[in-house]
């Protein structure tokens, strides 16, 4: 069972850009669908973006789309989120979370599809 730690997140402003980081461990990560999800206070889990086990597609919601992009190093075994034109409403904890079992080009925008998650970091942004 692979283990995901989150890094990257912390406070900015409006318009700023910021990456983060998820890195895995004990498991094969290639053999993995991955994706980022985010709460913001008050509110459920949402999806972000995903990406296949191959890095070769992603998809984002319609939120973030143009301006968070996911991708994934499969040499190093970790996933990142390159967050651009940030707003107070992406303001959340950002999760990554690991989907076992899927298919080599499928991607997933549910979250009960996920096996394993990360603890999360928090992203305030401010106006």
């Known amino acids: 069972q692979v283990q995901l730690v989150e890094s990257g997140g912390g406070s900015v402003q409006a318009g700023e850009s910021l990456r983060l980081s998820c890195v895995a461990s004990?498991?094969?990560?290639?053999?993995?669908?991955m994706g980022w999800f985010r709460q913001a206070p008050g509110k459920e889990r949402d999806f972000v973006a995903a990406i296949n086990r191959y890095g070769y597609g992603g998809d984002a919601a319609e939120s973030v789309k143009g301006r968070f992009t996911v991708s994934r190093d499969n040499i190093k075994n970790t996933l990142y989120l390159q967050m651009n034109s940030l707003k107070p409403d992406d303001t959340a904890v950002y999760f990554c979370?690991?989907?076992?079992?899927?298919?080599?080009?499928?991607?997933?925008?549910?979250?009960?599809?996920?096996?394993?998650w990360g603890q999360g970091t928090q992203v305030p942004v401010s106006s």
């Open positions: 004990g498991g094969a990560f290639r053999d993995y669908a």
């Open positions: 979370a690991a989907k076992s079992g899927a298919a080599y080009f499928a991607t997933s925008r549910q979250s009960y599809e996920y096996d394993t």
